[in-house]
T-cell receptor, first 113, second 115 residues
Framework: NAGVTQTPKFRILKIGQSMTLQCTQD?????MYWYRQDPGMGLKLIYY???????DKGEVPNGYNVSRSTTEDFPLRLELAAPSQTSVYFC????????????FGAGSRLTVL | AQSVSQHNHHVILSEAASLELGCNYS??????LFWYVQYPGQHLQLLLK??????LVKGIKGFEAEFIKSKFSFNLRKPSVQWSDTAEYFC?????????????FGAGTQVVVTP
């Protein structure tokens, strides 16, 4: 049971480039989330999804897009990378009865230069 | 607006010392409270949670936390730390009626335990 898998683990982007952070879970969880973690700032919610085809903005959605075409996958897209998007990104999921306990992926460290 | 405040950003202590990490939240309603831990190079994982009932909750690895409603606090404690407790600790909260489970996290406390 792999849990929540994120790829890539590390990536360096140039300003203006685009990329997609992949997130896959094999627990058949309905809810999925993307957070970013910045030093001294904790985790901030970027986007979340409550099921295939349903997504909504979190606290810091600007500069990002998501889609949820399947239960398993919840990719996060950066269209025009900016230095302010340098961060560690975490994907998480939980099931309907998960009592709000999230299962996190290992994180993706993104640097924009 | 909801917020979670963790009092210490960095804590350094020796093995066998006691640990207490403060967490206060601001939220206008009933809340669920969590402590998550991130060991070096590992995923965030749940340490303990409080939904209702006994305000003193016990988690994994000897940690416990006390919910004090009147103080809007959920402090984490461990009587005797080990070197393996070196990690970053996050307090988190969400509204008990929030069915989407969106957690609000504190800034985190980096704990370093020296041998």
């Amino acid at each position: 049971n792999a849990g929540v898998t994120q790829t890539p683990k590390f990536r360096i982007l140039k300003i203006g480039q685009s990329m997609t952070l992949q997130c896959t879970q094999d627990m058949n969880h309905n809810y999925m989330y993307w957070y970013r973690q910045d030093p001294g700032m904790g985790l901030k919610l970027i986007y979340y999804s409550v099921g295939a085809g349903i997504t909504d903005k979190g606290e810091v959605p600007n500069g990002y897009n998501v889609s949820r075409s399947t239960t398993e996958d919840f990719p996060l897209r950066l269209e025009l990378a900016a230095p302010s998007q340098t961060s560690v990104y975490f994907c998480a999921s939980r099931d309907l009865s998960g009592a709000n306990v999230l299962t996190f992926g290992a994180g993706s460290r993104l640097t924009v230069l | 607006a909801q917020s979670v405040s963790q009092h210490n950003h960095h804590v350094i202590l020796s093995e066998a010392a006691s640990l207490e990490l403060g967490c206060n939240y601001s939220y206008g309603g009933t809340v669920n409270l969590f402590w998550y831990v991130q060991y070096p190079g590992q995923h965030l994982q749940l340490l303990l949670k409080y939904f209702s009932g006994d305000p003193l909750v016990k988690g994994i690895k000897g940690f416990e936390a006390e919910f004090i409603k009147s103080k809007f606090s959920f402090n984490l404690r461990k009587p005797s730390v080990q070197w393996s407790d070196t990690a970053e600790y996050f307090c988190a909260v969400n509204g008990a009626t929030d069915s989407w489970g969106k957690l609000q996290f504190g800034a985190g406390t980096q704990v370093v335990v020296t041998p």
